[in-house]
């Protein structure tokens, strides 16, 4: 009945194999950018039509397999898809933000020499990440999650003449590939676990149904459940290993907003939620996670407000809202993640799809300058609504959106989240500071951005000034579709407490319902604390955008004056709390100088001086035997003579 | 002609041998030509086996043939015996399959005396399929010192500056191997014979049998897998390798890559762990702990290279490394990752040292620092480049990933739990090596100007890698094509190696229908030597 549904992840993988090996004979950017938006948008359609159907069906898990992958006795391992409520929904957010972004991309790459290499990745990458979420087992999944790190991998580094962006891509690779171990290890101390337990197996639906086979609480649930969120750390960009998000903006801006905002970087969420049978059984993973998740949501905001780079704040903000999303996975709010997941792709894709019409419009406006000004830096912005107010209306609502203003859809979701830290049987109100304080900031640097970048008066060079122009339709289009959804997508979860269904945590109950129950998760209080819980998340977020218009609108002197008057936290804050150069000098460098001895000493000097010694005295050996073969006919009387002397004296004493 | 197909197949390049004697020795292209196509029809000849489902049904040995050979009464007899089975049917294939492919690669690289050259691969290429076809243990050592030979003068000839050191030190540490063995061998045979078990010369199959008391056992596993660990090679008797690899022509160091290290861990595979299941539990800690720290410290000290040919041959280390692993594992997971991977290392390592030497020939050189750019003038060779890279990293999707992911996983099943973990940090050194070097070879500006006008692949260079690549994603995607031959065989060397006397492994039944599999075939292992 399902049984399309592998076209949904094979669309993009044909537009991605045809651009990538006829892309250059084709040449025609029309035509390039036609194939890889078309593709995906028949991708999306499929994916539509499947989340209705599942939508208006009774049975709600449905799996196909497609062909026997790997197997070896007892190990049997398919390529097989699984479609359920969560990854329906996962699936409408990849293909539909995915469509429209290959749609921008074909506005914003205008013009450059590997157009078609561009949508070649892109179009892989659209393929993976849907096999990760689609995958039935967690080897298919596997296959998706190096997948996306490769496509990033490729497209952060897609300007490749630049050391900086190899040196992010190969970053963002190894960094992810810390977490892989995490996941690797997790993967096979479960699959050795359920073994034992007689279950051979790493399909998601056999796993959720034998996961109560292993110990609730117990040691190993949870090695196993901490190993996979290692890996979700790595791709979600979480403490310890989310330094290489921010570096990962070498990317084409479009790859910042599906890949490193919308997609994958919500991999490590989603990984989470398919397995929540399994982490809501290791209350200790859960609480590590939601304290993970809340002190990321607060770091990554406080060196967000710092950043004059627009993409960085960006990044930083990506990293702080993945956060809430991991908070809410940690405290066992799983569908508000998701319902987070969702709204952030919205609100997110659209601030840097936003922003990349700044830069591209900035960035137009310098080339026929002919000047050389860092077009992503805000402090050469300033005023640009008036020259490009559709980007501006939709960056607006987007902002609002990711502030938690009341009725956009940002707040449903946020307030959940903040809703359950707070209020959860997994939860405790020291999370909930951490995220309400997280959400003051986000609404201080989001308007900090706006108004640096739309607001006051024009700072860039006036030779490029008025030659910003409003970007063309494939990027406006895109832009509108996502503002929009940016400011209703929240209403599919409107909570019981404003009178609303809910319906998205009741379309996915059935995947998380069970593990809540079965573990009694849930969030408890009075409809008083949740109010007044809500008005001061609002009354914060206010705070927040006031004290913006306040520094950055009314007073635009006073950012110097504060940045004076706390010159040591402010260094701490724009160097990243130097983790970079923490994790330089713990991990790089003992790494190489571990390597250099490693070679030039044990094996160059041990190992093979025992091997050349060996030689040496062998040689040794054999160069002073060599006077026993001199050839001289008294040599050897006198040898014999001597020998005689000894046998014979041998013999008598 | 099936009956005796592997004789054809594995002789027939000395045929190749006689042809190329009278042929003029200063027409070169006709030299190449010639040895190209014998390699060709070798690899027809071999085909058959690769489709032949016999395979999939029966664990054990077919295509047998058998003569007598030397037969001096009680005294030493030995016997021409061959057949293939699952464990080295691969083996057989990546070899008539990678030999083509080696001529191919050394086109324009090899100016001196060709003939010799190519009479040495054809050599070379007999020597290994005797030895992966042998049944008969002295048979064997025959043709495993008959690799020596070509594998000396390739590198003693046609190497780089340093060939004679790296020659000879290649020389000296196999022959030292080689020797422990032949004494061990001669060992194997006066025990046999006291026993009285012997009727069959060398025959491995009866070796097999061989009930020797725990002492023999152990020392002659000591020799054997003395002489195997150097051919591996394992930390720290890999020191040869970087040299050989570097001095020596191309050709040389796909065919060493490919196919020569894997007569190590073949024959731990059909041989040492086998023949002595007794005290197979002894070493295996150990031996495991080697192969661990051959993939953190081949991978470390890959890292730190300035020479790419150099990197790749520590990274050789590293990756039969978890080729070790999965075979200690001493479960079917870890043994057919194990196997797999050899084969993998044969295509993806195989592949990057051509890659090395397209550079070279080139440039003439093979450092680092020489490079950077070089994507910009080249992006056919960047892609292929690319997608090697990436199955020597052991990427989902290519072959690399599912010889370690079943290794590992083999290996966290046994009694190998915490080695596994530490294996498992290779992949993340796997991808800090390998794309630190890509990236600074091929990505940036070009900063040398010599790099200027660097020529893209030409259509030759091309045609050796896709076969190359085809397999890079067919193992990688549809393992099973290869897993189904193998899977009856190596229960049957489970069987025989004593998996459950290890105890490493504790293999249950699927619970009511879950991971509908077939079920190990090792349950009543100890019938056998006890």
């Not at chain 2, 001669?186 to 002492?215: C, H, M, R, W």
């Not at chain 2, 990427?395 to 498992?424: D, I, K």
Request: net charge neutral.
């Amino acid at each position: 009945m399902y049984s399309n549904l592998w076209l949904i992840p094979f669309f993009p993988l044909i537009g991605s194999i045809i651009n990538g090996l006829f892309g250059k004979k084709i040449k025609n950017e029309a035509v390039i950018g036609g194939i890889a938006t078309g593709l995906m948008f028949l991708s999306f359609l499929v994916a539509a039509q499947n989340f209705f159907k599942l939508l208006g069906d009774k049975e709600k898990v449905h799996e196909l397999v497609i062909a026997s992958w790997m197997s070896v006795g007892n190990f049997q391992l398919n390529w097989e898809l699984l479609l359920d409520p969560l990854s329906a929904v996962m699936i409408m957010v990849v293909t539909g933000v995915g469509t429209l972004i290959h749609l921008y991309s074909i506005g914003y790459m205008h013009g450059d020499e590997s157009f078609y290499r561009f949508f070649s990745y892109l179009n892989l990458f659209a393929f993976a990440m849907l096999m990760l979420v689609l995958g039935g087992n967690a080897l298919v999944m596997f296959i998706g999650w190096e997948g996306v790190g490769l496509c990033s991998y490729l497209l952060i580094g897609y300007y490749y003449e630049k050391k900086s962006a190899s040196t992010a891509a190969n970053k963002a690779f190894i960094v992810n590939r810390v977490g892989d171990f995490g996941f690797l290890c997790g993967l096979f101390v479960l699959f050795w676990a359920l073994a034992e337990k007689g279950v051979w197996t790493l399909n998601f639906v056999e796993i959720a149904e034998s996961g109560h086979l292993l110990e609730s609480g117990g040691l190993l649930i949870t090695v196993v459940t901490l190993c996979f969120f290692l890996g979700a750390t790595g791709k979600s960009a979480q403490i310890p290993l989310f330094t290489w998000l921010p570096d990962a903006m070498e990317g084409p801006t479009p790859v910042s907003a599906l890949i490193h905002a919308a997609t994958m970087v919500t991999a490590g969420v989603y990984m989470i939620g398919r397995m929540n049978g399994l982490f809501a059984m290791a209350p200790a993973t859960m609480m590590t996670i939601a304290i993970v998740g809340g002190l990321t949501a607060f770091f990554a905001a406080t060196i967000g407000l710092a950043q004059n780079d627009i993409k960085r704040v960006l990044a930083y903000s990506t990293v702080s809202q993945l956060g809430y999303m991991f908070l809410a996975m940690g405290v066992g709010a799983f569908s508000a993640g998701i319902f987070h997941l969702m709204t952030h792709a919205f609100f997110k894709a659209c601030l840097f799809l936003g922003s990349g019409s700044v830069i591209h419009g900035l960035h137009h406006a310098y080339h026929h300058a002919h000047l050389h000004d860092d077009p992503q830096d805000m402090r050469n912005m300033g005023g640009i609504r008036k020259k490009m107010p559709i980007t501006f209306i939709t960056f607006l609502v987007s902002t609002i959106a990711i502030s938690g203003i009341p009725f956009f859809s940002g707040f449903f979701s946020k307030d959940e989240i903040l809703w359950w830290s707070f209020g959860s049987t997994r939860g405790h109100c020291l999370l909930w500071v951490l995220g309400a304080a997280a959400a003051g900031m986000t609404a201080f640097y989001m308007f900090r951005l706006v108004f640096m970048t739309f607001f006051g008066e024009q700072k860039t060079d006036a030779r490029a000034k008025d030659h910003i122009p409003e970007s063309p339709f494939t990027i406006t289009i895109p832009l509108m579709v996502l503002g929009f959804l940016a400011l209703i997508g929240g209403y599919i979860g409107v909570p019981k407490i404003l009178g609303g269904a809910n319906r998205f945590h009741a379309f996915l109950a059935p995947v998380f319902e069970h593990a809540q129950h079965a573990n009694e998760i849930h969030a408890h209080g009075s409809h008083a604390t949740e109010y007044t819980l809500m008005a001061i998340s609002v009354a914060i977020a206010i705070i927040g955008i006031f004290t913006a218009w306040v520094m950055y609108v009314k007073n635009p002197e006073l950012p110097g004056k504060f940045v004076a008057r706390f010159a040591g936290a402010h260094r701490v804050i724009f160097n990243k709390w130097y983790i970079d150069e923490l994790y330089d000098f713990v991990f790089v460098n003992p790494c190489k100088k571990i390597g250099t001895f490693l070679w030039r000493g044990v094996d160059v000097k041990i190992v093979d001086g025992v091997v050349n010694g060996c030689a040496w005295v062998v040689k040794g050996i054999g160069s002073g035997l060599r006077y026993t073969q001199s050839g001289y006919l008294y040599n050897y009387a006198m040898i014999m003579v001597v020998g005689v002397v000894l046998i014979v004296g041998f013999f008598v004493f | 002609m099936a009956d005796n197909l592997l004789s054809l197949m594995t002789f027939f390049p000395l045929l190749g041998i006689l042809i190329l004697l009278f042929l003029p020795r200063d027409n070169g292209g006709l030299l190449k030509g010639v040895t190209l196509a014998v390699s060709l029809i070798t690899f027809a000849i071999s085909l058959p086996l690769a489709f032949d489902n016999v395979f999939t049904t029966s664990g054990g040995m077919h295509y047998r043939e058998f003569y007598q050979w030397i037969n001096i009464g009680d005294f030493f007899q030995m016997n021409y015996n061959i057949g293939v089975d699952g464990i080295s049917l691969w083996l057989v294939m990546l070899t008539t399959f990678i030999t083509p492919i080696t001529i191919l690669s050394t086109w324009d690289a090899v100016e001196k005396n060709i003939k010799g050259f190519m009479a040495m691969l054809l050599l070379l290429e007999t020597g290994m399929l005797g030895a992966f076809i042998s049944l008969d243990l002295f048979l064997f050592y025959i043709f495993w010192e008959l690799m020596l030979i070509p594998m000396y003068f390739l590198i003693g000839i046609w190497g780089g500056k340093n060939r004679i050191y790296a020659a000879v030190k290649f020389f000296i540490y196999t022959a030292v191997g080689s020797l422990l063995m032949l004494v061990a061998i001669i060992f194997v045979y006066y025990f046999a014979q006291q026993s009285g078990a012997l009727t069959n010369g060398f025959g491995i199959q009866e070796l097999y049998k061989l009930d020797l008391p725990y002492n023999a056992q152990f020392w002659l596993f000591l020799a054997f897998g003395f002489s195997f660990a150097i051919k591996v090679p394992m930390f720290p008797l890999h020191t040869w390798l970087p040299d050989a690899h570097t001095e020596a022509p191309t050709a040389g160091s796909v065919i060493l890559a490919a196919v020569l290290l894997k007569m190590g861990t073949y024959g731990y595979v059909r041989f040492a762990m086998p023949m002595f299941p007794d005290a197979l539990p002894t070493f295996i800690p150990f031996l495991a702990f080697l192969s661990v720290v051959g993939i953190i410290y081949g991978s470390l000290v890959a890292m730190m290279q300035d020479d790419i040919k150099k990197l790749v041959a520590y990274s050789s280390v590293a990756h039969l490394g978890f080729v070790m692993l999965g075979v200690f594992a001493m479960n079917l997971q870890g043994l057919a990752g194990g196997m797999i991977q050899m084969i993998n290392h044969g295509i993806s390592t195989g592949a990057l040292f051509l890659i090395v030497g397209f550079l070279y020939e080139r440039r003439h050189t093979r450092l680092i620092t020489e490079f950077g750019g070089v994507a910009t003038k080249m992006p056919i060779f960047a892609t292929i480049f690319m997608i090697v890279t990436f199955s020597s990293i052991g990427l989902p999707g290519t072959n690399g990933f599912v010889g370690e992911f079943l290794a590992l996983m083999g290996a966290f099943q046994s009694g190998l739990r915490w080695y596994a973990v530490f294996a498992t940090t290779g992949v993340i050194l796997a991808a800090v090596y390998m794309l630190w070097v890509y990236q600074r070879v091929m990505f940036g500006k070009v900063t040398n100007p010599e790099n200027e006008n660097l020529k893209d692949l030409s259509a030759r260079e091309i045609a050796i890698m896709l076969p190359l690549l085809l397999f890079i994603f067919w193992i990688g995607i549809a393992p099973n094509t290869f897993f189904s031959k193998m899977n009856p065989a190596m229960e049957l060397m489970l069987e025989q190696m004593g998996a459950d006397k290890v105890a490493v492994v504790e293999m249950h039944q699927p619970a009511d229908g879950h991971a509908a599999g077939h079920t190990n075939g090792h349950a009543d292992t100890n019938a056998d030597h006890q």
